[in-house]
């Protein structure tokens, strides 16, 4: 981190400002230029305010030379990650396609889901029993009961579970699930992340719906910081000035979290798009710029899914998704 510090400061203010550095056990480079002192910190500053230290009067300017997550950062772990879920692995050149209903809505319509998408290949079984819907009174999902079916989906399939928590009290009944997911609206809930950090399952954890990329790593690091290192992360589109689509699926977050990050990143096409017919283009553009997996909500009878059908594929659809981006695998960036 640099501090540019304001001409004429006095003295007693620098000699504060050095030696309170000094006892937070930075090494400091100080530089005096003719017009402006500069002063280099060397050390972990992930701990730092930078807002703080910019509101100090003897402080012009702040920069952050490295960035603030660590366990996260692909320069202190240059391998990718590979997180195993049963037969089913994500990163480090594997690929693997979640697939499910947006929701668990009886064990007829997810077992049958259930099925067929795994004879098209689908390595993991989402579904979700706790929903975070706009409207109190939409369809909130099954809660413990989804959780339940989920169970007896995974039992007769082998597929392993991926189902989304929205609530720290909930994490009792999530002790058989594989794949915790954080939805975006939860993307920045410090305390569950924090709680999440200090169990064993992968977290799928997905981009809020207005947040940056470095929003995204710095909560991927709240996980990590309390000891799991199992992160997945998931872009599934951003808001924008765009209305035509849900929302706007950030292709380039995905080569450019790649050179960030060691973590996996596996894209959303049918929360990005709200569309059916737009989830197999974004599907393959998605494998194309190397993205270690894609999450699609299938379902048996979409126009009467009581939860997304509009952006939901029949599982003929996916079928042919699943081979189309088998196809252009090989061809991958990487
Ligand atoms: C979901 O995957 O079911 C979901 C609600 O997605 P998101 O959190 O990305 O909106
Ligand atoms: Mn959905």
Redesign the pocket.
Known sequence: MILVLNENYEQKQFDNLISWLKSKDFELHVSKGLESTVVGLIGDTSSLDTDMMESLDIVKLVKRVSEPYKSANRKFHPLDTVVEVGDAKIGGGNFSIIAGP?SVESEQQLCSIAESVKKSGAGLL?G?AF??RTSPYAFQGLRQKGIDLLMAAKEKTGLPIVT?IMDISHLPLFENVDVI?V???NMQNFELLKELGHTDKPILL?RGLSSTIDELLMSAEYIMAGGNEKVIL?E?GIRTFEQKTRNTLDLSAIPLLKSLTHLPIIV?PS?ATGIAKLVEPMSLAAAACGADGL?IEVHNDPPHALCDGQQSLTPEAFDDLANKVRAILPYAYK
Request: proline letters at 6%.
């Open positions: 947006c989402r979700g929903k975070p989304e997911q939805g975006a609206r997905k998931c599934r959303d929360h999450i």
